[in-house]
């Protein structure tokens, strides 16, 4: 397993176009890739290529958030999805 944390930048937090391009990069990866809020001390990881669960967690800006994934390619995918967070995802 390998994992990085960031922060999210975008002024509207993870709402669904920023949701749905991350959950679309995170799709694009084999291993099995996740998402937590670190903000919230109890909170579990969430599965990352899934829209439902990523709106659901209600990410706000500023949020410390730890990537990880787990498989083939799991180290690209962490760096990926961490470079996609920290430009803004489109936004910034």
């Known amino acids: 397993m390998f994992a990085k944390t960031t922060t999210l930048k975008n002024a509207s937090g993870?709402?669904?176009?920023?949701?749905?391009?991350f959950v679309a990069q995170a799709?694009?990866?084999e291993s099995r890739v996740c998402l937590r809020n670190l903000d919230k001390p109890d909170a579990a990881p969430i599965n990352a290529k899934s829209i439902v669960r990523v709106l659901a967690e209600g990410i706000p800006t500023?949020?410390?958030?730890?990537?990880?994934?787990?498989?083939?390619?799991?180290?690209e995918a962490v760096e990926k999805l961490i470079a996609l967070?920290?430009?803004?995802i489109g936004e910034g």
């Open 14 to 21: 993870l709402h669904a176009r920023p949701a749905s391009e």
């Open 27 to 29: 799709k694009l990866f």
């Open 62 to 75: 500023g949020t410390k958030m730890e990537i990880s994934a787990e498989g083939a390619d799991e180290r």
């Open 85 to 88: 967070v920290e430009s803004g």
